[in-house]
């Protein structure tokens, strides 16, 4: 008998429509193509459509094995569905879909019929559990087949028996760092952990998975138990407990120093992971099950879920309010300015197959430019994330010159130059003679507002700014600044290219320091402030630090470079009066020469190879207060600096600069480190209660008139009892 004469025409599960059922000469295919959904998703409709599944594999004696593989182009399975976790409402409740996860999954592997996982795509979350609950995983060898368990992401913890089976599958080791970072796994490295058997060409899976799910039915094939390349010393750690319980204390250690013990998730998912080695399998289910109940209902999870959320939905914001014209497609780039900046955006632009026309002012600088982009491109080969050739391909992308040839052709430029007005209408003149009409115009500038750029141009209509963080590669915001009169089709061009190049992006309206130079300035602004009463370097930063920024605004500025973080508070200065006027420590340590880590000296000691010390103590010298210290309280410090940010962002939101608070909280956590546990400047005075925030600014505003006068969108909210963002269900 021939395959195709037992093939049983296809069934489809009745509650989600996302499983359809092929019986192939006793082997079922189960496909999982969730309706109108971009990706798959386990919500309870599919789970409960799981559970019939499985109740008639166990009960179809002519089912032999089974594969479950997705219908969909880029997706396994991406893990739960989120927006059920919104209706969670206690620990309880969330346990409770952790116990209903974890039985699910065990009934899956416990069936008659071994299932093979064919994995293509994003094999996610509880995609993942799932997987791992097969008995054989056979992932393609595509770049976008990646395995991971990125819960602690959200502030959550594997609940469906990942920090269980993960151990168990790929060692103690592998598994508390895929568990611990939420990172992606590649196939190649997924079958080297063992956490795949085996990796095989897209355009065979299907067939691959049918044969080995027949092999593994028939009894010819054992199902997997991963570990295949566990080194000996790995193997001896799994069984000794005191082995093990270093590997927990250290990874408990280095969670402790890099989360400044903000985020419970982590040292839950070790408890978790822990508990399987201790009580064994099922307790080890038991305690994810409660850990996962209780990190559920964590402020920090409700946060980090909101920026999920926020993120989600810029995904599919064109930029422009009503309807989108459509944007134009990118093929060259013309970057101006080879620089820091401008090497890092050619960068991502040649990792995006984008053309790159590169220029500045000699061939020495050109050169240099180029090396950076080369030195970009090194460091994700060696961290394998591409191959020589596709090294080779990006490079080739990107040519420089010292002049505007190439130029004609071009579909945007990103102009990147100093931070210099005159020096930015010169290059505007100059490129827009060689520009096609229809090229867009942006320039990367950090504080000089759009609008007076564009006042050189030809095309206004058509200039924007193109604000991308430093390092360009690794920040992962942009924002966009449009002007009255920047045309809609512009702003949906550079808002899909910044998609494009991979960044959440926002769009903010023309301003001095537009949205987030601002809200940094007034941050920085204050802590200088504290400079200048006498709090010590390391205290502010520390204050900071221990907030949950990535680094303290003391060394941001050193990062910056005192001189820029100088010019930009003249420019808000004049713009916004006495609230930004410069703090006297900052402008004497401009006037001593010094510009931070870039000049080898600020206000903290660099070597020679460049890396950070301590306090430079002679810095002292040139504040006010000498090297008389006072000892300010952290929370003062804390509540100074942050507060000054929060009320000015509150300032653009109600003088629209900013669209939505959705892009103020974006913009702080991804561009500025506002530490995403606390969701971001807006979300930050939804917990707090406005009212609070008001007491405590107008308690400052006492001492220190007028920076600290609430922002009139705050005294609105209060007084009508309103909050930014609804209390209850998707937030955004
Ligand atoms: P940079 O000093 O590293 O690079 C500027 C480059 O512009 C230099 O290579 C210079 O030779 C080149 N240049 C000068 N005149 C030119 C001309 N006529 N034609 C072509 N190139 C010319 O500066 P960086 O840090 O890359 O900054 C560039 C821009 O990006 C500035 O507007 C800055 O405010 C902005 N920015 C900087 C950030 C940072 O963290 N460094 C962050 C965000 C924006």
Not at 128 to 140: K, P, Q, V, Y
Not at 491 to 507: D, N, S
Not at 673 to 688: A, I, K, M
Request: aromatic share 6%; hydrophobic share 40%; with cysteine.
């Amino acid at each position: 008998m021939t395959a195709t004469t037992a093939t049983r025409p296809a069934d489809v599960s009745r509650k989600s429509g996302a499983i359809t059922v092929d019986v192939e000469d006793g082997v079922a295919v189960i496909t999982m193509d969730l309706p109108n959904e971009p990706v798959n998703k386990l919500n309870q409709a599919v789970k409960d459509d799981f559970i019939e599944l499985i109740r008639r594999l166990d009960g179809d004696a002519s089912i032999q094995a089974a594969v479950l593989i997705s219908g969909k182009p880029d997706t396994f399975i991406a893990g739960a569905d989120i927006e059920e976790f919104l209706q969670v409402r206690s620990s309880d409740d969330a346990e409770r879909l952790s116990l209903d996860g974890q039985s699910l999954l065990d009934r899956l592997e416990q069936l008659r019929t071994p299932v093979v996982a064919a994995i293509h795509g994003a094999c996610l979350g509880g995609g993942l559990e799932t997987a791992m609950a097969c008995a054989w995983r056979i992932g393609t060898d595509h770049p976008k087949t990646v395995l991971a368990l990125p819960e602690v992401m959200l502030g959550l913890i594997p609940g469906a028996g990942g920090t269980q089976r993960l151990p168990r599958l790929v060692g103690l080791r592998n598994a508390l760092d895929m568990i611990l970072t939420g990172r992606n796994v590649r196939a190649k490295k997924a079958l080297q952990m063992g956490l795949l058997d085996e990796m095989v060409h897209p355009s065979i899976l299907r067939d691959v998975a049918v044969k080995r799910a027949r092999q593994l039915g028939r009894g010819e094939k054992k199902p997997s138990v991963g570990r295949k390349q566990l080194t000996l010393a790995d193997l001896a750690l799994e069984k000794n407990p005191a082995g093990r319980a270093i590997v927990f204390r250290q990874a408990r250690e280095k969670v402790r120093k890099q989360t400044h013990g903000h985020y419970p998730a982590p040292p839950a998912a070790i408890d978790a992971v822990a508990a399987g080695y201790s009580l064994g399998r099922e307790g080890g289910l038991g305690e994810e099950a409660r850990l996962f109940g209780q990190m559920a209902v964590t402020p920090q999870s409700r946060e980090l879920i909101f920026l999920f959320f926020a993120t989600t939905s810029l995904r599919k914001d064109s930029g422009v309010s009503g309807p989108a014209p459509p944007a134009r497609d990118v093929h060259r780039l013309a970057v101006l300015g080879t620089g820091f900046m401008g090497a890092g955006i050619a960068a991502v632009s040649a990792m995006q197959g984008i053309a790159v026309r590169f220029k500045d002012v000699d061939h020495t600088r050109v050169a240099k430019g180029l090396k950076s982009v080369y030195d970009v491109l090194v460091e994700r080969l060696r961290k394998r994330q591409i191959t020589r050739t596709q090294l080779d391909d990006q490079m080739a992308l990107v040519g420089g010159s010292v002049d505007y040839s190439g130029f004609r052709n071009v579909d945007v430029t990103i102009e990147a130059v100093f931070e210099d007005l005159a020096l930015k209408h010169r290059v505007l003149r100059e490129a827009e003679a060689e520009l096609p009409a229809r090229a867009l115009y942006a320039s990367n500038t950090s504080s000089i507002p759009i609008s007076r750029i564009a006042e050189a141009s030809k095309r206004p209509e058509r200039v924007l700014g193109m604000h991308f963080f430093s390092p360009v590669h690794k920040m992962p915001l942009l924002e966009i600044i449009v002007t009255p009169i920047t045309a809609p089709e512009a702003t949906v061009t550079a808002v899909a290219l910044g998609k494009r190049l991979g960044k959440h992006v926002i769009v903010v309206n023309d301003g001095p320091g537009f949205y987030t130079t601002r809200i940094l300035a007034a941050y920085m602004n204050e802590a200088g402030r504290l400079l200048d009463e006498g709090a010590a370097v390391e205290a502010i930063d520390k204050a900071l630090l221990e907030f949950g920024f990535p680094v303290g605004p003391i060394t941001l500025l050193d990062e910056v470079g005192i001189d820029v973080g100088g010019k930009i508070a003249g420019v808000l200065a004049d713009a916004f009066g006495e609230r930004f006027a410069s703090s006297e420590s900052m402008q004497r340590v401009i006037a001593a020469g010094r510009t931070g880590r870039k000049g080898g000296s600020g206000f903290y000691t660099y070597g020679k190879d460049g890396k950070k010390g301590g306090v430079d103590q002679s810095v002292y010298e040139f504040l006010p207060t000498g090297t008389a210290r006072a000892d300010v309280h952290p929370e003062e410090i804390h509540d100074r600096t942050v507060l000054a940010m929060v009320n000015e962002a509150v300032r653009c939101l109600e003088e629209g600069v900013l669209r939505s608070p959705r892009d103020g909280d974006v913009g702080a956590v991804f561009g500025l480190g506002f530490p995403p546990f606390r969701g971001g400047p807006f979300r930050y005075v939804d917990t707090e209660s406005a009212e609070m925030v008001i007491r405590r600014l107008e308690q400052l505003n006492s001492r220190f008139a007028p920076r600290f006068v609430p922002a009139g969108l705050l005294l609105e909210l209060a007084e009508r009892r309103r909050r930014f963002y609804p209390l209850d269900g998707k937030p955004v």
